[in-house]
């Protein structure tokens, strides 16, 4: 089956902007997560939904928004954008979440802010 | 939240057994240990996932010992393509669907030919 899909695979956007990531989780799957990856932070958890609902978040500024629609399609928002916020950003899908562990990621969409 | 630390990097010969530490000296009862492993330009890819003694999946084994401490993922005879970088990731259950997800530093994997 089709593996986990994240659209756009690079984005340049410059300093104050806004910007919208998407993920297609895998056929079935209702949990998808989503993290940032930098050199200096590592893998950062940023938040899941499950069935349309946030159930989890990391330690995020509220700049950093998502939404989950009923077809367990994602996207993830970021306004007021910072040079901070360059990063591979990954999209991860799961059967339940809660207990299920086992995550399948997208291949990431690389955010440029300058 | 369970705090990891893993080697940075580690270098190994093709064919022989690779074991990765990650140290992880406040976990909780309830907590899992899972590993993943990252190519360049790739999402990590979930490898096994234990919560005490010994796991054991077609590519790789997981070794817990009795305090949990600590864990260590084990790669039996690898080769070139396992080179990449390895996380720990331990999963903090606070509830239903409130888990901490705590991904360890990393460990970057040298296969030599």
């Known amino acids: 089956k089709a593996g986990v899909t994240q659209t756009p695979r690079y984005l340049i956007k410059t300093r104050g902007q806004q910007v919208t990531l998407s993920c297609s989780p895998i056929s079935g799957h209702r949990s998808v997560s989503w993290y940032q990856q930098t050199p200096g932070q590592g893998l950062q958890f940023l938040f899941e939904y499950f069935s349309e609902t946030q159930r989890n978040k990391g330690n995020f500024p509220g700049r950093f928004s998502g939404r989950q629609f009923s077809n367990s399609r994602s996207e993830m928002n970021v306004s007021t954008l910072e040079l901070g916020d360059s990063a591979l950003y990954l999209c991860?899908?799961?059967?339940?979440?809660?207990?299920?562990?086992?995550?399948?990621f997208g291949p990431g969409t690389r955010l440029t802010v300058t | 939240l369970a705090k990891t630390t893993q080697p940075i990097s580690m270098d190994s010969y093709e064919g022989q057994e690779v074991n990765i530490t990650c140290s992880h000296n406040?976990?909780?009862?309830?907590?899992?240990i899972t590993w993943y492993q990252q190519f360049p330009s790739q999402g990590p890819r979930f490898i096994i996932q234990g919560y005490k003694t010994k796991v054991t999946n077609e590519v790789a084994s997981l070794f817990i010992p009795a305090d949990r401490k600590s864990s260590t993922l084990s790669l039996p005879r690898v080769s070139l393509s396992d080179t990449a970088v390895y996380y720990c990731?331990?999963?903090?259950?606070?509830?239903?669907?409130?888990?901490?997800?705590?991904f360890g530093t990393g460990t970057r994997l040298t296969i030599i030919p």
């Open positions: 991860a899908s799961s059967f339940a979440g809660t207990g299920d562990y086992e995550q399948y």
């Open positions: 406040n976990i909780a009862t309830n907590d899992y």
């Open positions: 990731l331990v999963v903090s259950p606070y509830g239903f669907g409130n888990e901490k997800l705590t």
